[in-house]
């Protein structure tokens, strides 16, 4: 529950490098004076009054760029394979701890995450568990996920039927008591 608690509170887009970069671009490149009223678009004073309108426009229009660009860079492969996302490394603990989690944001819908061990169990040894890794590594070890077709494929996003939903929480009860 502490690892769900601190992925609630990570960002994939940095604040501080979107008001720094947006900043740069105004200021530094001039991209303000695209807001005068002078139909061309300039990077330097063109003794045309700012319209701020058009301030808007462009403010927003650069905050997105920025945004996207971030996005884009960490899905990035090169980057994306050697400084996973936290919620990659969630599911890897889920799978290396052999625990699924079935998490709802809403009454209806949720996700779930299928954390099945490469090698079975989760009560191992450290020397055995680096060794499940390396042969899982080698591509020989089973899939973690539940299709054969996507063996990577170990998150889901799920619907629940309303009656499904309370056959669940009526055993859910039960258990408790």
Known sequence: MNELNELQCNKIISTNFTLLAYAVLMEG?????????SPDLEFQ???SPLNYVLH????????YAIG??????????PIKNNFPMKHDEFTDLCSIANISVLMFDETYHGYYIHGRSPYG???????????????????????????????????????????LLNHYKADFLKTIE
Do not use: C
Not at 29 to 37: A, D, E, I, P, Q
Not at 130 to 149: M, N, P, Q, V, Y
């Open 29 to 37: 490149f001039g991209f303000r004076y695209w807001t005068s009223h």
């Open 45 to 47: 004073s063109a003794n």
């Open 56 to 63: 808007f426009f462009v403010t927003a229009l650069i905050i």
């Open 68 to 77: 996207i660009v971030q996005y884009v860079f960490w899905y990035l492969p």
């Open 121 to 163: 169990q989760a009560e191992v040894s450290i020397e055995m568990l680096k060794l499940a890794l390396d042969f899982e590594e080698s591509g020989k070890a089973h899939f973690r996920g539940i299709s054969e077709t996507e063996p990577e494929m170990q998150t889901f996003e799920i619907f629940i039927p309303e009656k």
